[in-house]
């Protein structure tokens, strides 16, 4: 009964969601960008800030925290000022609006010609930016495929080992506190790609959008720039600069009248919005107060991405770690410091706990709706 009551809250929301992106969407047919649209849409950003407190579910409650309090209510305040992804064309029908607004995924704003090779259907805008920096990301190698799709066997590989890890749990009392959160890193990681990937792939199918992945293989990241800016979550990434660090990059450039180092207080910015965001979300899922530690971990790696920033463009490129050394010290200090200040929060919650709990009734509720199918099978066979 507790699992019927959760589904219908969430069915319950997302009808909510819905309705509610009809209204923003006629709100944009007939209300001029600008204050007036964003007085008529801000009823709509409370609504999203108040619906995940309706679902106690860790993932039904961290999906709809993270796709509608925060990516639609940003897209939403783009909208209201004819910016972002709902204003990039004008005669957007209805359903790709309420997807885009509500979903994870970005179209891809130069889709590759179909008659191109393999190695070619991947590349991305070549005016993609990073919101660290606000720079076009490099030139890949030649020869090498940029970021793209990814193929099916990809996604497999990484269910499998998902499923091999929530094995594993049930072993945790003799696996090493230390290892057990190296284990909740690659949980964390496969969860979220797995899950953002099936609803990019729900669009893809309904919609026939050519999208953005959402993450390009955080594990080979060289830098914090390289972390945080191109590979780890980049539709928040793509959220965020728009939203905070273009307005802050063109604020602290009129201020400091260069604006070469201007990018350092807009990343800094970017942080602490992202930082505050995370501490919503983390309310969400565990329903207590914030102790700061997560703003603590991000104000750590905005001040440290400031700092890397500055080198490079110190030494203009007179230096260069071996890329072996810089991906084995990037992946370090993310997880060091989020065994420091990140996971804390999450253990605090239970969040660890709850999910198990989940997979569990989950996996209940399969095997007893594959039997119960067998037996009627059976049945139906035996009457034949």
Same mark, same amino acid.
């Given at each position: ?128 930016k990073s919101h660290s920096n606000g720079k076009t990301k490099e030139n890949p190698v030649p020869g090498k495929p940029k970021m793209g799709q990814k193929s099916p066997l990809n996604y497999a590989t990484k269910g499998l080992l998902l499923a091999m890890l929530v094995r594993v749990y049930d072993y945790s009392e003799h696996i090493h506190p230390t290892v057990l959160l190296i284990l909740y890193c690659f949980h964390i990681y496969f969860c979220l790609e797995i899950i953002l990937a099936m609803f990019a792939a729900l669009a893809r ?5 050519? *999208?953005? $992945?959402?993450?390009? %293989? &955080?594990? #080979? ?8 800016? =191109? +590979? @780890? ?6 959220? *965020?600069? $728009?939203?905070?660090? %273009? &307005?802050? #990059? ?8 260069? =604006? +070469? @180092? ?123």
């Amino acid at each position: 009964m507790e699992g019927a009551e959760e589904m219908k809250n969430f069915t319950k929301a997302w009808l909510s969601v819905f309705v509610s992106l009809c209204y923003c969407y006629a709100i944009g047919k007939f209300v001029p960008r600008g204050f007036p649209r964003l007085f008529g849409l801000l009823p709509i950003v409370c609504l999203f800030l108040v619906l995940p407190l309706n679902i106690s579910s860790i993932h039904l409650g961290g999906i709809t925290a993270f796709f509608v309090a925060w990516l639609a209510n940003f897209k939403l305040l783009l909208f209201a000022f004819g910016k972002g992804p709902l204003s990039s064309n004008t005669s957007i029908p209805l359903g790709r609006f309420v997807a885009i607004a509500c979903l994870p995924i970005k179209v891809r704003q130069n889709p590759a010609p179909k008659s191109q090779s393999n190695g070619q259907k991947g590349t991305h805008s070549p005016d993609r930016k990073s919101h660290s920096n606000g720079k076009t990301k490099e030139n890949p190698v030649p020869g090498k495929p940029k970021m793209g799709q990814k193929s099916p066997l990809n996604y497999a590989t990484k269910g499998l080992l998902l499923a091999m890890l929530v094995r594993v749990y049930d072993y945790s009392e003799h696996i090493h506190p230390t290892v057990l959160l190296i284990l909740y890193c690659f949980h964390i990681y496969f969860c979220l790609e797995i899950i953002l990937a099936m609803f990019a792939a729900l669009a893809r199918t309904l919609l026939g959008l050519e *999208l953005e $992945p959402q993450f390009d %293989e &955080p594990y #080979l990241s060289t830098s914090l720039q390289d972390f945080w800016g =191109r +590979r @780890w979550n980049i539709m928040v990434t793509g959220i *965020l600069r $728009p939203t905070v660090y %273009e &307005p802050v #990059l063109h604020v602290a450039t009129r201020v400091m009248g260069n =604006r +070469r @180092w201007a990018s350092l207080p807009a990343v800094l910015g970017t942080f602490v919005v992202s930082a505050l965001m995370h501490e919503l979300i983390f309310y969400y899922l565990g329903r207590v107060w914030p102790t700061w530690e997560i703003t603590g971990f991000f104000l750590l790696h905005g001040v440290c991405l400031m700092v890397e920033i500055a080198l490079k463009k110190a030494i203009a490129g007179r230096f260069r770690l071996p890329t072996m050394v810089a991906r084995s010290l990037t992946i370090g200090f993310v997880m060091v410091t989020g065994f420091w200040l990140f996971f804390p929060q999450l253990l605090r919650c239970k969040a660890d706990v709850r999910a198990f709990e989940e997979y569990a009734a989950a996996g209940a509720f399969f095997k007893n709706a594959f039997h119960g199918l067998t037996w009627t099978a059976l049945n139906t066979t035996a009457t034949l």
